[in-house]
């Protein structure tokens, strides 16, 4: 039963950090490609960030380098490190993993999922 969950979500006023982190269980991650997907009320899902299993990243271009993402193979960890929040960063924080090791912001590719971890900045 392969299960991702996230922890580090909590409330931080605007200009804010937190880091964001998911581990799974399960399932083995070393050489999968894995993304951060968030969802805000009444929008939809949307691409943040994702790392293949070389380390190389890529990111929404709205987030302007206030995010960095990155992974532990060894622990088969991942880790969303989010500076400089704003009130729009508000919205549940999905960890995702997909067959594959080529990193896409595509939700679509991404086989499993993880239940979400609450940011708000206010």
């Known amino acids: 039963h392969v299960q991702l969950v996230e922890s580090g979500g909590v409330s931080v006023p605007p200009g804010g950090s937190m880091t964001l982190s998911c581990t799974p269980s399960g399932y083995t991650t070393r050489t999968n490609c894995m993304g951060w997907f968030r969802q805000a009320p009444g929008k939809q899902r949307e691409g943040v960030a994702t790392i293949d299993p070389y380390g190389i990243s890529r990111y929404a271009a709205s987030l302007s380098g206030r995010f960095v993402v990155s992974r532990d193979n060894a622990k088969m960890t991942l880790f969303l490190q989010m500076n400089g929040l704003k009130p729009e960063d508000t919205a549940m924080y999905y960890c995702?993993?997909?067959?594959?090791?080529?990193?896409?912001?595509?939700?679509?590719?991404?086989?499993?999922w993880g239940q979400g971890t609450q940011v708000t900045v206010s």
């Open positions: 995702a993993a997909r067959f594959g090791i080529i990193g896409t912001l595509d939700s679509g590719k991404y086989n499993y």
